[in-house]
């Protein structure tokens, strides 16, 4: 039927209808990214959770339903408005994380509402496009689409377009370019779809010499912003953590910030304080040596988490220990922990030992697939502040770590505060029992984090040491039964197990945590 209505007309039409479906998949491929990006930043910035995305989304959400109902008060030139919208949209969009990342440094108290107002300008920016593009598609190729065919063709490419941006964002944009710099390339292709609607349709748009300059300079300044990113977010990073940066990377899981300055060097993961060498040695013989000392020969060692080497190198104090085994998720962690001098120092060059095995997985299916058993396990797992970390404080979690210990074996798992957590802490206590293992709760004074909690799991009681090794700087004999010891304010309070199905100890940890941070 085409082809009787006359080739010549139809080949000219057909690369402005195939630019515009391309630009459908370009266009939901941005407006997702911005919506990624916005919760990325929120968690890095204001607590990695599950709060943060749902407010974000939901949002993002409401805003794209008002662009789409305000889509119908356009009813003329919908090309010119469609191109200023892909502007502003490249513009706003783009520059969001650059803009929130630096405002968090010098005015941390407006982050939020800045935060919520550009995704709500953002989201209904981008629900205005999908309207405006099925209204040109109409206008234009009437004979071509009914009505339900026009809005197949155009939801399949925004579904599409939004599946490739979900895939490519964690695994390769954040870690390849980092998260302003991705905002910025989304934002430039949202410029080029403008470039491109301006080229398509020259010959209908009025002012076309302003349309042009607005590509131009929206281009410019993007592409501008893009060149100086990366000092950008070494400005924001240098004024956000206080001291000099000396390494930086966003992984596929997380961004990994190291500084150094006069008090020493310090880990950060998104954001969160992990470690600071000035007293790092009172978390790491804490978490160590009440299990490894109790065993009393141990020598198969796991340690899960724990992939700055702090927690191996205790292990290897013990010279009877013959394999350890590490489990990290994220390669970045242990390749810049074995590989950087001054973090090789710190861990005493743990992670080159012969003695070492590192494996790059997720310790949850690690454990459900190696069929190993270890005299002692050290879980050195993050704060539990989402549903990701928090499956590994779960019944099912620690069912498969009984499963890995030896007959007399000990693990020790690291948790919060018993202090300002108190609830979260002994929820895990509580769920460690529940799968029948004998928990032993203890906590240690750390000044970076105020009074830390550990609990020791096992099938046996624990025993005390009759020895430590050698060159402790915190931990000795004389001082361990202060360990053991909870005054009245961190005292056992009731609680729950934490249930893979329910989670409740992220709930509980962000309400106490939280409350500090107010």
């Known amino acids: 039927m085409a082809d009787a209505e006359g080739a010549a007309p139809a080949e000219a039409i057909r690369p402005a209808e195939v630019a515009l479906l391309a630009s459908v998949f370009v266009v939901a491929a941005c407006g997702l ?28 959400l409401f805003a794209m339903g008002v662009g789409s109902w305000l889509s119908r008060f356009v009813e003329r030139q919908l090309v010119a408005n469609f191109l200023r919208i892909e502007l502003l949209v490249g513009l706003i969009g783009g520059l969001m994380p650059a803009a929130l990342f630096a405002l968090h ?23 205005l496009e999908i309207p405006l593009v099925m209204r040109i598609l109409k206008q234009h190729f009437r004979a071509r689409y009914a009505l339900k065919d026009l809005v197949s063709q155009v939801l399949t490419f925004d579904y599409l377009g939004a599946l490739a941006v979900a895939i490519a964002f964690p695994l390769v944009l954040v870690p390849q370019l980092g998260l302003i710099r991705t905002g910025l390339f989304f934002g430039l292709l949202n410029a080029a779809v403008a470039l491109w609607a301006l080229w398509l349709f020259r010959a209908e748009l009025r002012g076309l010499a302003a349309h042009a300059l607005a590509c131009v300079l929206t281009v ?56 600071h060498s000035r007293d790092e040695h009172r978390y790491h013989e804490a978490l160590v040596h009440p299990a490894m000392a109790a065993h009393g020969a141990p020598r198969k060692v796991l340690v899960l988490g724990g992939g700055d ?16 085994t590490l489990v990290e998720l994220d390669p970045h962690m242990t390749q810049l922990f074995s590989t950087a001098p001054m973090l090789r120092a710190l861990n005493r060059d743990a992670l080159q030992s012969p003695k070492l095995r590192i494996v790059n997985e997720d310790a949850f ?25 928090g499956k590994l404080y779960t019944t099912t979690f620690y069912q498969r770590l009984d499963e890995h ?16 957590a108190r609830r979260s802490y002994w929820t895990v206590a509580t769920t460690i029992e529940s799968v029948g293992l004998t928990a032993t709760p203890y906590h ?45 304010d961190m005292s056992r309070v009731p609680a729950e197990p934490n249930l893979l199905s329910n989670q409740r100890l992220v709930h509980l940890f962000e309400e106490e945590w939280g409350k500090v941070q107010q």
Do not use: C
């Open 33 to 60: 990214l911005y919506e990624l990006a916005a919760g990325a930043l929120a968690s890095y910035l204001l607590g990695d959770s599950v709060l943060q995305f749902s407010t974000i989304i939901g949002t993002y």
């Open 105 to 127: 440094s010098v005015a941390a108290g407006s982050f939020r509402f800045a935060l919520y107002t550009l995704v709500l300008v953002v989201g209904t920016l981008v629900g």
């Open 220 to 275: 410019a300044t993007l592409a501008a912003a893009f060149a100086g990113a990366e000092g950008i977010t070494r400005w924001a990073e240098d004024r956000f953590y206080g001291d000099a940066i000396v390494y930086a990377e966003s992984s596929a899981y997380q961004r990994v910030v190291v500084t150094s300055g006069h008090g020493g060097v310090r880990l950060f993961l998104n954001g969160n304080l992990q470690f």
């Open 309 to 324: 080497g702090m927690a191996v190198r205790e292990v290897l104090k013990y010279p009877g220990v013959e394999q350890v």
């Open 365 to 389: 299916g690690w454990l459900e697939k190696n069929p190993e058993h270890f005299d002692v396990i050290v879980v050195d797992f993050p704060d539990p502040t989402n549903f990701a970390i």
């Open 405 to 420: 210990l030896a007959a007399g074996g000990y693990a020790v798992v690291q948790t919060t505060s018993p202090l300002i």
């Open 444 to 488: 240690a004074h750390v000044p970076s984090f105020g009074e830390w909690g550990f609990i020791l799991a096992s099938r046996r009681p624990w025993r005390w040491p009759t020895e430590l090794p050698g060159g402790l700087r915190f931990l000795d004999l004389a001082g361990l039964p202060a360990l053991f010891h909870f005054p009245p």
